[in-house]
Every structure is written in structure tokens, then in C-alpha cells.
T-cell receptor, first 115, second 108 residues
């Protein structure tokens, strides 16, 4: 068990460029979550998957954001036409099956800076 | 929409002092979790409280779930510099909603 890993750890991009982040969850975990966090604030929910199915996407999430989990293992989060307001830490978490009392295991995040 | 408000937002104290962090909501939660996050890392689960009125202890940390399951508190006794970090409460069923966070700084 190597934990949840995210790649890259840091990404600097220019406004208008597309970026893609990858998350590898704990291998036997069926649930995978994406959160966004700005400095000093709590993580904000973006979307989550049960295996390969995307079950919910935040209403606050722009159409420029898309996430996939094609084989129910790793996941990617793509942001198209980045804006300065997209600058944040993007966190991925996984859990065994989801539901009440389920423990989330977080990765170390991808810090995105949009110039 | 379920919201979790934490107070205070910032706390700066000397080693050895006691402190309490509060997590409040207008919604009822079936359970609440507390996480701690250090700079450059993801949050790490400290505890889950599931029963109204429940008290759980983790060394110098005491967690309480309100009787109505709308609020929770975290009390730290004799804080140490190693307690420094961002403390987050979280609740929800299908997905976790996180609180606004309390940033704690403990000075030696």
C-alpha cells in the first residue's frame, strides 16, 4: 500500500492553457474524490467516482473542468482554458466504498499556479 | 446545502496552553470527522464521532459531538509545537463536506 499519489506536485501554466492532473488511488479503493483548496480554507468538493462511474459533480464546477476514471483505477482532472482564479491546490482522495464514517485517504495534492 | 463553519479561523498560542476549536452547522449530520493538515500535504483523519453527545479522546485531544449532531468541538490540552496545522471538520454521507478550517500555530 503506497497511499494515494498525485502527479505533478506543482504546475505553473499561463492563462488560457490546458492542464491535466493524475491521481493514483490506493489499489483496492472503489471511491475516488477530487477537491480544490485555496490557502487557509477547507477543501471544496469537485467530483467523485464509484469505480469508473462519475456519480456527482459540483454545481460550482465550470464546464472547463472534466474528470475521468476510465478503468476504475487512476483518474485524471483536466482544466481547459485556465484562468487565474483556477490557482489552487487540487487534492485527490480515495476510500474503500464510500458512505457514512468512511475514512478518506488524501494525496499530497497538485499545486496549480496560473500566471 | 450543508455548511460547516469553524471558529476561530486562526489561533496562535504558546506551548502548554489549552485551546478549543468549534465546528457548527444548521444541518444534522449522521457523523462528523476531524482532520489535520500540514503545509504541502493532504488532510489526515484524526477521529470520527457518530453518536450525539459522544466524547472521544486521542492523547491530548478531546473530541465531542453535540447532542443534536449539528456541532462538534476539538479541545487540545497542553498544546505542543507539533500540534501546529490546519484543523478541519467534515461531514456527509456520499461525499465529505469540509469546514472552513482553523489554522493553529503553537510557539515554543
Amino acid at each position: 500500500d503506497t497511499g494515494v499519489s498525485q502527479d505533478p506536485r506543482h504546475k505553473i501554466t499561463k492563462r488560457g492553457q490546458n492542464v491535466t492532473f493524475r491521481c493514483d488511488p490506493i489499489s483496492e479503493h472503489n471511491r475516488l474524490y477530487w477537491y480544490r483548496q485555496t490557502l487557509g480554507q477547507g477543501p471544496e468538493f469537485l467530483t467523485y467516482f464509484q469505480n469508473e462511474a462519475q456519480l456527482e459533480k459540483s454545481r460550482l464546477l465550470s464546464d472547463r473542468f472534466s474528470a475521468e476514471r476510465p478503468k476504475g483505477s487512476f483518474s485524471t482532472l483536466e482544466i481547459q482554458r485556465t484562468e487565474q482564479g483556477d490557482s489552487a491546490m487540487y487534492l485527490c482522495a480515495s476510500s474503500l466504498n464510500g458512505g457514512r464514517n468512511e475514512k478518506l485517504f488524501f494525496g499530497s495534492g497538485t499545486q496549480l499556479s496560473v500566471l | 446545502t450543508q455548511l460547516l463553519e469553524q471558529s476561530p479561523q486562526f489561533l496562535s498560542i504558546q506551548e502548554g496552553e489549552n485551546l478549543t476549536v468549534y465546528c457548527n452547522s444548521s444541518s444534522v449530520f449522521s457523523s462528523l470527522q476531524w482532520y489535520r493538515q500540514e503545509p504541502g500535504e493532504g488532510p489526515v483523519l484524526l477521529v470520527t464521532v457518530v453518536t450525539g453527545g459522544e466524547v472521544k479522546k486521542l492523547k491530548r485531544l478531546t473530541f465531542q459531538f453535540g447532542d443534536a449532531r449539528k456541532d462538534s468541538s476539538l479541545h487540545i490540552t497542553a498544546a505542543q509545537p507539533g500540534d501546529t496545522g490546519l484543523y478541519l471538520c467534515a461531514g456527509g454521507t456520499d461525499k465529505l463536506i469540509f469546514g472552513t478550517g482553523t489554522r493553529l500555530q503553537v510557539f515554543p
